[in-house]
């Protein structure tokens, strides 16, 4: 086997030359570099992680935990958190809970035994204490959340204000002439539902209009549970003009119960979705959207989080980062006379 030794004498540099270009901690010439990085390429040296974590205390591992790897907002999530872990020279390792709670203690559990330097975490729904965070972060391993904060807790969190953005959109669905407007949430358990369903019901207060409870429906941030949401409202006596839709996901299910009844958007019921994934440019109408900036929170949170690390001052008070978002106006939440009566 291949040691750090024999990649020096190769490449005609000091044993700690060769470290500095592996951990990239030390700035190193452009010359002494290249030979450093052609030697390890010659005699295919690996470095051995295990050992260097054990005399630094410090494993170069990121875990991240996300809720649904099928969502293309966590997926471009999980890109930026990697690009700015690599930039820093560490690995990020990648759980998936499918917004199972139990999944999410036990990948934190997971982390936690294999001495990540810290973590992100897009919390999975649920109403039990968030004790496992906490002791996590007892435990000196700094955490940061990323999109979702759990109640209660006090935590380094990248976010954005889900109450203005969800405000923002119904008020562009009451200026296109839509009084009779619905929305689709997510799960109650999380607070980004709670706070899009809170923008929307103060917006349409302020407008002077009714929210009627036969149009406010509680998915859960899948397609499936838009498309049964959807169909629930399509099958009522009573129609909205318009749905204000809480994530993308959903939005693709309403549209398929749309299909299934034979009716079109915009002209027998008008959308606005939160989430802007570039997929939604195929879909007609394209779809009016709130843009959230997913590869900045995974970029955005892992730079935090290694900020934490490396200074080691996981006691401070929380960071609390919120990121912009922007309403994309488009064909799907236009006012057309409707063509169901």
């Given at each position: 086997?291949?040691?750090?030794?024999?990649?020096?004498?190769?490449?005609?540099?000091?044993?700690?030359?060769?470290?500095?270009?592996?951990?990239?901690?030390?700035?190193?010439?452009?010359?002494?570099?290249?030979?450093?990085?052609?030697?390890?390429?010659?005699?295919?040296?690996?470095?051995?992680?295990?050992?260097?974590?054990?005399?630094?205390?410090?494993?170069?591992?990121?875990?991240?935990?996300?809720?649904?790897?099928?969502?293309?907002?966590?997926?471009?999530?999980?890109?930026?958190?990697?690009?700015?872990?690599?930039?820093?020279?560490?690995?990020?390792?990648?759980?998936?809970?499918?917004?199972?709670?139990?999944?999410?203690?036990?990948?934190?559990?997971?982390?936690?035994?294999?001495?990540?330097?810290?973590?992100?975490?897009?919390?999975?729904?649920?109403?039990?204490?968030?004790?496992?965070?906490?002791?996590?972060?007892?435990?000196?391993?700094?955490?940061?959340?990323?999109?979702?904060?759990?109640?209660?807790?006090?935590?380094?969190?990248?976010?954005?204000?889900?109450?203005?953005?969800?405000?923002?959109?119904?008020?562009?669905?009451?200026?296109?002439?839509?009084?009779?407007?619905?929305?689709?949430?997510?799960?109650?358990?999380?607070?980004?539902?709670?706070?899009?369903?809170?923008?929307?019901?103060?917006?349409?207060?302020?407008a002077g209009l009714e929210v009627d409870r036969d149009w406010v429906r509680h998915g859960d941030f899948?397609?499936?549970?838009?498309?049964?949401?959807g169909r629930e409202i399509l099958l009522g006596k009573n129609l909205p003009t318009a749905l204000f839709?809480?994530?993308?996901?959903?939005?693709?299910?309403?549209?398929?119960?749309?299909?299934?009844?034979?009716?079109?958007?915009?002209?027998?019921?008008?959308?606005?979705?939160?989430?802007?994934?570039?997929?939604?440019?195929?879909?007609?109408?394209?779809?009016?959207?709130?843009?959230?900036?997913?590869?900045?929170?995974?970029?955005?949170?892992?730079?935090?989080?290694?900020?934490?690390?490396?200074?080691?001052?996981?006691?401070?008070?929380?960071?609390?980062i919120r990121l912009p978002t922007e309403l994309h106006i488009r064909e799907s939440s236009a006012f057309?006379?409707?063509?169901?009566?």
């Amino acid at each position: 086997m291949a040691t750090i030794k024999e990649v020096a004498k190769i490449a005609g540099v000091s044993v700690g030359t060769v470290s500095n270009v592996i951990t990239g901690s030390v700035t190193v010439g452009a010359d002494r570099k290249e030979r450093v990085l052609n030697a390890i390429r010659e005699i295919e040296y690996h470095p051995n992680h295990v050992a260097r974590s054990l005399k630094l205390q410090r494993t170069k591992m990121l875990g991240m935990i996300i809720s649904d790897i099928t969502n293309p907002f966590f997926s471009q999530m999980v890109r930026g958190a990697e690009e700015a872990a690599r930039k820093q020279n560490y690995l990020l390792l990648t759980f998936n809970t499918d917004d199972r709670f139990e999944r999410e203690e036990q990948a934190l559990s997971e982390l936690r035994s294999r001495r990540v330097d810290g973590i992100l975490l897009v919390v999975a729904p649920s109403q039990a204490k968030p004790s496992h965070i906490v002791e996590t972060l007892k435990a000196g391993i700094p955490v940061v959340c990323l999109d979702r904060i759990p109640p209660g807790l006090e935590v380094d969190s990248v976010t954005v204000d889900n109450i203005n953005a969800a405000r923002d959109c119904v008020r562009h669905l009451i200026a296109q002439g839509h009084r009779k407007i619905g929305i689709i949430t997510g799960t109650m358990a999380l607070q980004t539902a709670q706070q899009r369903l809170q923008g929307f019901e103060e917006t349409m207060r302020a407008a002077g209009l009714e929210v009627d409870r036969d149009w406010v429906r509680h998915g859960d941030f899948r397609s499936e549970s838009g498309y049964q949401m959807g169909r629930e409202i399509l099958l009522g006596k009573n129609l909205p003009t318009a749905l204000f839709i809480s994530n993308n996901l959903m939005a693709y299910g309403v549209l398929q119960a749309l299909d299934d009844f034979n009716l079109h958007c915009p002209g027998d019921l008008a959308i606005a979705t939160f989430d802007d994934p570039a997929i939604t440019q195929v879909f007609r109408p394209r779809l009016t959207a709130i843009s959230q900036p997913a590869y900045s929170f995974g970029y955005t949170g892992a730079e935090l989080l290694i900020q934490r690390i490396e200074s080691k001052k996981t006691g401070e008070s929380p960071i609390a980062i919120r990121l912009p978002t922007e309403l994309h106006i488009r064909e799907s939440s236009a006012f057309e006379p409707r063509t169901l009566q």
